[in-house]
């Protein structure tokens, strides 16, 4: 029996999405709702990261277990769709459009900055466990490109100088940009 | 029913696919996902077909024969179909060498793969030899790839034991994937990622072992390229027999195949249904294989076992044993001997020495087992590790007869090298008391024996004659017993794949202290360790920088200030990973005499060369000697052409530019098999007055070898005074063959064996002309044209054996870093 993962407060602003108190018996749960047959696979799995947040090496355990499917496996089907995540989410998301739009309007340049403010590549999180920098392809509103999205708030006709107030209140400082 | 297949017709069986029936009859469609113990699975394509009636061109692996198809497998359309198919597939396998125009040549020159970290060609590749996507290229015609290839710059994987993987080299054919799944119920390895990620993997990153792998080598027995392969056997080369025999190491009797090459004894496979287990896949042959085999009789000599003839160890132990007829002797041997052996060591105990003590120790399943002594024995004779020294040190005499080392040794007074397992021919008793018949299938090393021959060797000179047999099989008429293979077991039970389960002993010796991989299941032993690394803060010839600067080729920044002070253009030095690491030259491809650094591009070839690319920045080498050789000629020669190849093009730039600096025109001209492999491009480019990269398969600049670049700018009028060329023995012998008819003075650095670097040895020997010279203190330049370049290659072949020996052990290759007794640490 593993230990319960450690968990942490939630943001007093109420900006969090993803962050979540879990414990075993939650993942045991949330696997018990499926039948244990392969096609129930993919809905688990959705199940499991909504319960944790990612799909955690101790879920896919119990998960295997029930659906009688190889932990090997299953990370194998779960890498195939971008759904699914195996790293612990920071405490908040911003997600960069890179969609034809937005590209046109410079979005390639609003990437940069948040990579360079955050010292991140795109697809990861920050060592502080702050933030997850994500491109996307598209946020479906493209008359407001370039858009990014804080936590699932819209921020539109974005820019490079708008970067650090946007990540102020997240508890970026300019001072600490990468030189 | 019946089928129509190119015209002939097939007669097919119920269930059977097209490519069934085709295969019946003979005939040959192209597949690579098909396999023998696997469902259809319809991935790769290659065995499109056209059929009457049907839309576009069906698979002949998942297509159901049905009665009066006609079939055709071998139009037009169909080839060029499998051609785009294949060179599709290829495009992520590196495919240079399939593509190359001087393959036939180059094959012919080297025709054994050599050995490499990371492959990027076929010559480079232990799969060479066996590999089906080769072949196919040749059957489908693929003389060019469609696009430029993509090479995913993955790291080698050697993290797990016994098993080496190199996702580069992999096509994404899926048969690994499947029979793991077939084999062992739930996966191991999967497809993982998407798109052009996709790669074959474990859940989170985890190696084959922590993934729960049993190690029973189906995947690499399946796989078509040379991805996954075998770490002990690989360099070996492909097997010239393969020989039905059964596996003896536990009381299964697993009915196996075994491969073997000139006599050696290179894997075991399952010859039934189901894999058979870590042991008999990939422990056994390395196990007979042991470098620490003993060789020859020895006979204690005071405190000293001491190497005698054959004649005289078993004169002096009839002498002894004559002493000891009657109950003060006892012969102790277990069930590993075979049946033969054990009879004629109990006729020997009872008839010549009169004594009762035949001890018989029954091992356990997992082999183990101890005997005790009757009281009174005085003289013993053992066939293994059965008894503890300490059970040992009151007697008077101990024979061994036995094939690897153990600490019965300290109390032995005579030891005998015996011949197990593949080397000997008898019977074996499995675990349900019926006997399976045990092949001679390879050669025991040095002078030993089977045991009934050794023991019959004794009773010969004790005056008893009876016990000389001329083969084995007399023995076994004597016995008066049948063997019988074991059936192809095609239902379960299957061999246990519980590693905790497998054997773990054989003849009382613990097999994971002569198999290292072996030792990565047992959480208490000591694990075996390829590299330790010195990373203590004192002391010279620390690496400053490492980079891979291309797949296999690295580039070292090494601090040696002696060396860097006096080095010029065309010297070399030579380096020492760590203490017992040969001696290897290395080109010095820069240096920087302020600083006192230099610059070595190492290709991992070998293990000598695997220890220095795996040493840590921060880490030191042992040894670092030089400047050596004698530095190249600079003068003003005209017009000169330098040629390099492979870890020679490093080697181009401080002779361009000290040729440049003296006033000649300088031409350099690098080859490298694909885009990926170029290095040092600018520098090069900077250092010369025309730069040419060539690339073997086209795919950027050139298309062809330095040597072809030569000869257009020859062809086009241009002329030189001087050809210069670094690189390995066949690119330097083309430069010669195409010089040597236009009268052109060609120098070649020549790169033999070296051992001391100061010309007293004599190992790096060459033939130039009618003289023999040293290559290490007369040159390494040559005049071309004179060099006996067969001589060149067979003496760089001379210890080949003992390198795919050192390089093969199935431990994982991994790097300690410790900080090292300083008392090793002066300066030399």
């Given at each position: ?38 096609g ?48 612990k989410?920071?405490?908040h ?46 946020l ?31 508890g970026v ?7 | ?60 692996c ?11 497998t ?9 051609r ?6 290829m ?30 060609g ?10 089906s ?10 003389e ?5 290839p993509?090479?995913h ?19 994404l ?16 390895i ?22 729960g ?5 189906s ?13 002990f ?26 491969d ?14 189901f ?59 277990d ?22 003590n ?18 009174g ?34 109390v ?18 499995d675990?349900s008391?019926?006997?399976?018949p ?7 090393p040095?002078?030993?024996l ?5 023991v ?35 239902e ?17 010796h ?43 080729t ?167 005074d ?5 690189g ?14 236009l ?8 790169n ?13 020997r ?51 870093e410790?900080?090292?007794d ?7």
């Amino acid at each position: 029996m593993l230990p319960p993962f450690p968990t942490e407060k939630k943001v007093k602003n109420g900006m969090c999405t993803a962050q979540k108190d879990w414990g075993m018996q939650d993942i045991e749960a949330a696997v018990a709702r499926h039948p244990a047959h392969r096609g129930s696979l993919i809905p688990a799995l959705q199940d499991l990261q909504e319960t944790c947040g990612y799909l955690a090496p101790e879920a896919l355990a119990v998960l295997a277990k029930h659906l009688s499917i190889s932990v090997n496996e299953i990370y194998g089907v779960a890498t195939f769709y971008t759904q699914f995540r195996f790293s612990k989410p920071a405490r908040h998301k911003i997600q960069v459009c890179q969609g034809t739009a937005c590209h046109v309007r410079g979005g390639h340049m609003v990437l940069e900055e948040f990579e360079q403010m955050l010292d991140v590549k795109a697809g990861e999180a920050t060592k502080d466990g702050q933030v997850d920098l994500e491109r996307v392809a598209c946020l479906g509103c493209c008359a407001l490109a370039p858009v990014i999205t804080v936590d699932g708030l819209v921020h539109a006709n974005m820019g490079t100088r708008k970067v650090p107030a946007i990540l102020a209140p997240l508890g970026v400082k300019e001072e600490s940009k990468a030189t | 029913m019946k089928l129509s297949i190119n015209g002939i017709e097939v007669v097919a069986q119920s269930g059977d696919t097209v490519l069934d029936a085709a295969t019946r009859k003979g005939l040959s469609i192209q597949h690579l996902c098909t396999h023998k113990a696997l469902k259809p699975f319809g991935a790769c394509r290659m065995c499109l077909v056209e059929i009457d009636g049907m839309r576009g061109y069906p698979p002949s692996c998942t297509t159901p024969a049905a009665e009066g198809m006609v079939v055709r497998t071998n139009t037009e359309a169909l080839r060029k179909l499998q051609r785009n198919i294949l060179g599709l597939t290829m495009l992520e396998h590196p495919s240079a060498c399939l593509v190359c125009g001087k393959r036939a040549r180059c094959e012919e020159y080297r025709s054994k793969p050599e050995k490499a970290g990371r492959t990027t060609g076929c010559h480079t590749c232990n799969n060479m030899k066996h590999c089906s996507v080769r072949t196919m290229t040749e059957d489908v015609g693929l003389e060019r790839l469609p696009v430029p290839p993509l090479y995913h710059e993955r790291p080698l994987e050697r993290s797990n034991p016994f098993i080496d993987r190199d996702l580069n080299l992999c096509i994404l054919c899926g048969l690994c994937v499947r029979i793991c799944k077939k084999h062992q119920g739930e996966g191991v390895i999967d497809f993982v990622q998407r798109g052009s990620h996709t790669h074959i993997g474990e859940a989170f990153g985890h190696t084959l072992k922590e993934a729960g792998c049993t190690f029973c080598g189906s995947c690499v027995d399946a796989c078509p390229t040379g991805t996954l392969s075998d770490r002990f056997a690989k360099w070996y080369g492909n097997p010239d027999h393969v020989s039905a025999t059964t596996c003896a190491f536990c009381g299964e009797g697993c009915a196996v195949l075994t491969d073997s090459v000139e006599g050696k004894l290179l894997a075991l496979h399952s010859a039934e249904s189901f894999p058979i287990c870590v042991v008999g896949r990939f422990a056994a042959a390395e196990l007979l294989n042991s470098a620490e085999r003993f060789l020859v009789p020895k006979i204690r000599v005071g405190k000293n076992l001491r190497e005698v003839t054959r004649d005289a160890a078993v004169a002096a132990v009839a002498e002894q044993l004559g002493n000891y007829r009657g109950s003060s002797f006892a012969f102790v041997c277990d069930t590993f001997s075979t049946l033969e052996d054990r009879r004629v060591f109990e006729q020997f105990t009872r008839e010549v020495m009169q004594s009762p003590n035949f001890v018989q120790v029954t091992v356990d399943a997992k082999g183990a087992g101890q005997a005790t002594l009757p009281e009174g024995v005085k003289a013993a004779v053992l066939t293994g590790a059965l008894l503890s020294p300490e059970a040992l040190r009151g007697l008077d005499y101990v024979v061994l007869i036995d094939f690897l080392p153990s600490a019965v040794l300290e109390v032995a007074h005579a030891v005998f090298p015996a011949s197990v397992f593949a080397e000997v021919s008898g019977s074996f008793s499995d675990g349900s008391g019926t006997f399976r018949p045990l092949r001679r299938i390879s050669d025991a090393p040095g002078q030993s024996l089977p045991d009934w021959q050794t023991v019959g060797l004794w009773a010969e000179a004790m005056g008893a004659p009876q016990l000389t047999f001329a083969a084995s099989e007399e023995i076994t008429a004597q016995l008066a017993i049948e063997t019988q293979a074991r059936v192809a077991r095609n239902e379960a039970p299957a061999p246990s794949q519980d590693i905790t389960k497998c054997p773990a002993t054989f003849r009382g010796h613990a097999l994971a202290t002569f198999v290292p991989g072996l030792r990565e299941f047992d959480p208490d032993a000591p694990k075996a360790v390829q590299v330790v690394a010195s990373t203590s803060e004192d002391g010279p010839f620390r690496i400053l920088s490492k980079e891979e600067i291309v797949p296999n080729t690295f580039k070292l920044v090494i601090h040696a200030p002696a060396v860097a002070k006096r080095a010029k253009a065309g010297q070399f030095c030579i380096a020492m990973a760590d203490e017992t690491s040969e001696r290897v030259p290395y080109t010095l491809c820069d240096w920087d005499a302020e600083a006192g650094t230099i610059t070595l591009v190492v290709l991992e070839k070998g293990q000598s060369s695997r220890k220095l690319i795996l040493l840590p920045e921060g880490g030191r080498l042992a040894h670092v000697t030089g400047p050596l050789g004698i530095p190249f000629e600079v003068k003003n020669y005209g017009r000169v052409a330098l040629a390099g190849g492979c870890y020679g093009v490093g080697a181009v730039g401080p002779v361009a530019r000290a040729l440049r600096a003296a006033g000649n025109h300088v031409t350099v001209a690098v080859e490298a098999r694909s885009h990926y492999l170029t290095y040092l491009s600018k520098q090069l480019a900077d250092a010369s007055d025309e730069f040419i990269q060539t690339t073997i398969d086209g795919s950027t600049g050139f298309k062809g070898h330095a040597v072809d670049a030569i000869e257009a700018n020859l062809k086009a009028g241009g002329h030189y005074d001087l050809v210069v060329a670094i690189g390995c023995p066949f690119m330097m012998m083309l430069v010669s063959e195409l010089t040597k008819p236009l009268n052109i003075p060609t120098q070649v650095s020549l790169n033999p064996i070296m051992l001391d670097g100061t010309g007293m040895c004599g190992a790096c020997r060459v033939t130039v002309g009618d003289s023999v010279k040293f290559a290490c203190v007369d040159g390494p330049f040559f005049d071309a044209h004179l060099v006996d370049w067969e001589e060149v290659r067979d003496r760089r072949q001379a210890y080949s054996h003992e390198e795919v020996q050192s390089v093969g052990l199935s431990a994982p290759v991994t790097v300690i870093e410790k900080p090292v007794d300083q008392h090793h640490c002066v300066a030399h």
